[in-house]
Nanobody, 119 residues
C-alpha cells in the first residue's frame, strides 16, 4: 500500500491549509485513517482520526479548528486546518489501516508533509 500526502506548506498564523492522503494498492477495504504530527524535538502525536463509518476523534489542541474527512470511494482522507497557530508547525503523517485483497490486514504510514505556521 502506498500513501501519498499533499497540501503542506508555509502559512501565516490564522491561515488555512488542507492536507490530503491518498492510499493506493491492492486494497480491499479501509477501516481507519488518521493524521499524526511530529514537531522538532517532540514525540509524534495524534491529531485526528476517522473510521470508515465516519466516527472521528480529535486532539484537544485542534478541536474546533481542524476537520478530518474521508472519501471511501477514493481511499482518501483530508485534514482541513483552519486558524492555524505557530504551535501547529510540524511534519504531518497519514496513517491508514485496512484489509488487502485476500483479507490480509495492513497498516501504513505516509512519508510526511511539512506544515509551517509563521509570519
Amino acid at each position: 500500500v502506498q500513501l501519498v500526502e499533499s497540501g503542506g506548506g508555509l502559512v501565516q498564523p490564522g491561515g488555512s491549509l488542507r492536507l490530503s492522503c491518498a492510499a493506493s494498492g491492492s486494497i480491499f477495504s479501509i477501516n481507519f485513517m488518521g493524521w499524526y504530527r511530529q514537531a522538532p524535538g517532540k514525540q509524534r502525536e495524534l491529531v485526528a482520526t476517522i473510521t470508515s463509518g465516519g466516527s472521528t476523534i480529535y486532539a484537544d489542541s485542534v478541536k474546533g479548528r481542524f476537520t478530518i474527512s474521508g472519501d471511501n470511494a477514493k481511499n482518501t482522507a483530508y485534514l482541513q486546518m483552519n486558524s492555524l497557530k505557530p504551535e501547529d508547525t510540524a511534519v504531518y503523517y497519514c496513517n491508514v489501516h485496512g484489509t488487502l485483497l485476500g483479507y490480509i490486514p495492513f497498516g501504513s504510514w505516509g512519508q510526511g508533509t511539512q506544515v509551517t505556521v509563521s509570519s
